[in-house]
């Protein structure tokens, strides 16, 4: 069974940064599209990044400029670097990923943004 597990989520003041990994494990034989999306309390669910097998990448709006996604195919890892972070930024992650042709959810990491 495919498994997508985040990590490093945590508590970090506004403008610091954090760096989320999601790694793929289990039988895989091939990994397409990869993305980040983010759920905050009372509010939708929300793509932040993605990235293709290609490298291609997309970006909500918001999150422009400050955040990097990138992945690591040897690894089956994809990244989310978060620079410049906001309060707005608070919210659970979650990893996506189109992996032997089924779509696969991990379970999320909490990012809050507080001082």
């Known amino acids: 069974q495919v498994q997508l597990v985040e990590s490093g989520g945590g508590l970090v003041q506004p403008g610091g940064s954090l760096r989320l990994s999601c790694a793929a494990s289990g039988s895989i034989f091939s990994i397409g599209y990869m993305g980040w999306y983010r759920q905050a309390p009372g509010k939708e669910r929300e793509l932040v990044a993605s990235i293709t097998s290609l490298l291609r990448t997309n970006y909500a709006d918001s999150v422009k400029g400050r955040f990097a996604i990138s992945r690591d195919n040897a690894k089956n890892t994809v990244y989310l670097q978060m620079n410049n972070l906001k309060p707005e930024d608070t919210a659970v992650y979650l990893c996506?990923?189109?992996?032997?042709?089924?779509?696969?959810w991990g379970q999320g990491t909490q990012v809050t943004v507080s001082s």
């Open positions: 996506n990923g189109f992996i032997n042709n089924y779509n696969v």
